[in-house]
């Protein structure tokens, strides 16, 4: 198919928590869709990022970039929206999949609410 005729063929999608659970079945599906896919893990979630990459731009017809990202740091958010724009050259869609145990954050918040929240000694 073409990008014309597939759902999200034109589409530019951000997915944090994108390497398992809920988040890869995001991933895969815009992948199947035909958009361009940047998603983002931590840890030892990070390992199957790459992986996941690989195989979906093997299966098409999107495709997709893996990019490390601890969505607890403002640092590595800027990364991912930069390898974004980079790659891409355009942002469509967030889908924030990534969470935080401890509380559950509204993704409406200011950034300086969520860091005081989470780093009350830095305020």
Request: glycine share 12%; net charge positive.
């Amino acid at each position: 198919m073409s990008g014309s005729t597939l759902r999200y063929g034109d589409k530019v999608v951000i997915v944090t928590g994108g390497s398992k659970g809920i988040g890869r079945g995001i991933v895969k599906v815009f992948v199947e869709n035909g958009a361009k896919v940047v998603f983002c893990a931590r840890g030892v979630s990070a390992r199957g990022g790459q992986a996941l990459e690989a195989e979906l731009n093997r299966a098409g017809p999107g495709s997709c970039k893996f990019v490390p990202c601890d969505i607890s740091k403002e640092e590595d958010i800027k990364r991912l929206i930069s390898v974004t724009v980079e790659h891409y050259g355009q942002i469509d869609c967030l889908v924030n999949n990534a969470g935080w145990r401890e509380y559950l954050l509204s993704f409406c918040m200011r950034i300086d609410v969520v860091k005081e929240m989470i780093y009350p000694q830095i305020s």
